[in-house]
């Protein structure tokens, strides 16, 4: 969706505008993303740059979303927004956090800006659809956290993106339930898909399988 092959593009719509109509800059502007593998400018780099690179938010707002996730003691004990930081220093958990946090800065910084443009549901030259809501991409953003910060983190998911269509790849299934439609993939083929709670119910379900396989495990 970010970054779509030719051959696709004119497949995946949003809003009915498909996306080889739309300028990639302008998808990475509008649709917010959290990877697997989190991103952080170079060693040295401020606390404050790396939550916000674009400089759209104060101190104050950083400061925030940092309590929120449990990070800003943190940042503190490293002198504070304007110290700079290094990865490394951080576990991976405290890494998607604040991923999680840069996400939620770039949400807030949209919000006010329709706020104050008094933009509401309206189509502009781009061909992307501007409102309260957006587009929110996870990939895996639980998988190398421990159960109690993917509580946090989906709570403040939940509060912070509640109007967005949220697509996520995910192996937790227990997160998986509360979506509206899952997709089951094997070996990059699409074998089933429905609602969740759904399938859950359903016999010869791939999915009810998986979820029992996981309740096995103690996943």
């Not at 993106?161 to 299934?173: P, Q």
């Amino acid at each position: 969706m970010l970054d779509p092959l030719p051959s696709s593009a004119q497949n995946i719509t949003i809003d009915g505008v498909p996306l080889h109509q739309v300028d990639r800059s302008i998808l990475r502007q509008r649709i917010i993303a959290i990877p697997q593998d989190v991103i952080f400018l170079p060693d040295g780099t401020s606390f404050k740059e790396n939550l916000d690179p674009f400089g759209l938010c104060s101190e104050a707002e950083c400061q925030s979303i940092l309590q929120d996730l449990d990070l800003w003691s943190l940042v503190e004990k490293q002198g504070g927004l304007q110290a700079g930081l290094t990865p490394t220093n951080l576990s991976q958990g405290q890494k998607q956090l604040f991923s999680i946090a840069r996400a939620v800065l770039r949400r807030r910084a949209r919000s006010r800006q329709q706020a104050e443009t008094g933009l509401h549901t309206t189509v502009r030259k781009s061909g992307v659809r501007e409102s309260g809501g957006g587009i929110l991409l996870l990939d895996e953003v639980s998988s190398s956290v421990d159960m109690e910060t993917d509580r946090a983190l989906r709570k403040v998911i939940d509060r912070e993106f509640a109007g967005y269509t949220i697509i996520m790849i995910s192996h937790r299934l227990e997160v998986v339930l509360d979506f509206d439609r899952v997709l089951v993939l094997d070996s990059g083929h699409l074998i089933e898909e429905g609602k969740p709670k759904d399938l859950a119910r359903k016999e010869n379900s791939r999915f009810r399988e998986l979820l029992v396989a996981a309740s096995q495990d103690g996943v």
